[in-house]
């Protein structure tokens, strides 16, 4: 079975571009979530969907949006990029929502380079 | 304070060694993490826990809910047990808080 995959791996943007970061969770799994990992911290929660509705959204700006597809599939979009977004985006997927505290299952990430 | 701690950040050991990584934190939780994360960036869950003990092969991982404290321990440690671990709890709302990880390199 394939495991959660996370397109493109890399991509690089200039400040105030968009961007959609994509994710497809393992075949069964209903919820999705989305990190931020800066270069040399730990990751930072933005936001949990769980059948197609967002369940937790962390601290993060407007500038962040993201939906959850029927097939459970999600995406990431970052409007008006600053420098400061460059990072390593992270997408896990669980069986159930994080409340139920469900094992979770990273994809490899993508990495945003903003110049 | 940050709502997880990791100790140390940094560590490096001869291949064989005893291994222990502790984590803190000072939330409510419902679950805590412990997460390997090799260069390049992809993570793997190796354990999921709420209380007691739990093993898997080299790998031991003990929670103290009192004392909101954790440990990973790795047993007869080997270089490619070299990488990032990571703690993160389940907060409230469902998210993960993560620790800042401890970067482990295991000679040989």
Redo the contacts between chains.
Sequence with gaps: DAGVTQSPTHLIKTRGQHVTLRCSPISGHKSV?W?Q?VL??????IF?Y?EKEE??R?NFPDRFSARQFPNYSSELNVNALLLGDSA?Y?C?SSLW???H?S???????T?LTVT | KNEVEQSPQNLTAQEGEFITINCSYSVGISALHWLQQHPGGGIVSLFMLSSGKKKHGRLIATINIQEKHSSLHITASHPRDSAVYICAVGGSQGNLIFGKGTKLSVKP
């Design positions: 979530s990190y990992q040399g911290q730990g990751p930072q929660f949990q769980y369940r937790g962390g390593l992270l896990a929502s994080q409340r505290n094992p979770l299952h990273f994809g490899n990430g990495r």
